[in-house]
């Protein structure tokens, strides 16, 4: 009975809380190289961990407005904010020196990415029009402003003659905001 | 029937989308070594350095900047309608 009211509404309002499973991965640049040199007999080695990671996992929540064109046909509009959960890279970086080791030096970092967006999205709506679980589609586009934001902590480990042995560096960064424009298909169904 | 009408759904969403950033702003930094354990104070630096486009275009300076950052996702959604 719920169902066959809200199928003859015209315009309503929705507010949604969703949780996004991020899906693909960063193609950030990815190094793992292990060089030695037997005229030094020096040995570099670098490593990055945990890079595989996608920003859309996260939270969303917003406010969508829908009017109904007809039985079958809808037009909605989503605002939403999007808080990504934090992603972690790890970095290794060692330098080894044979036989004096005193120029061995180690860095290790760690690398904290979080995201934040705010967007609109225009859809198209589809239903079935049945009277109880109303199944539908929709589509649309997704306009997004985005802010990234990175912490680094890194701490380096040396003997260098007349250097600090041991320091750690604490940066934070934030990435320009970014505009960019995407897709949505969604799969729903009216209780 | 009620003039306001709350029914509820729930939803799967596929959502494509990434963000490529171009510029990096460092807005808070501090270096602390084992020499001034005791005297952070002094090595606490705040500084504010921005790349412009042509240092992002120099390999050298923008290899932290050349990545992509998918946003794609898929989303479980629930919430209710409210008839207006």
Redesign the interface.
Known sequence: ???A??EA?????????????????????IQDEKVSWSSTESTTSYAISNQGF????GI?AGL?Y?HQLSEHVGLEFAAEY?R?AKNVTNEQYYEEYSPIPTYNMCLESKNT?F?Q?ISLTPMIKMSAGYTYWNPYVKCGV?M?L?L?K?EYHGELANRFPGY?????????????P?F?V?????????? | MNDRVVNVYTEVQLQYLSYSPKKSTIVASMLNDENNVNDLASNDVEYVDELSDADIKDPGQSKQLTFTLPMSGLSLSCGFRIRL
């Open positions: 009975m719920m169902s009211t809200v509404q015209k315009d309503y309002i929705a507010p949604f809380f969703s949780y996004g499973f991020g899906l693909g991965k960063t193609d950030m640049v996608s920003m859309g996992w969303k969508l829908g999007f990504s990415y995201m967006a997704i997004s985005q990234l990175k600090i042995p041991y320091e750690t560096l604490d940066q934070v960064n934030r990435f320009s970014r960019n995407g897709g949505i298909g969604v799969f729903g169904l009216n209780g």
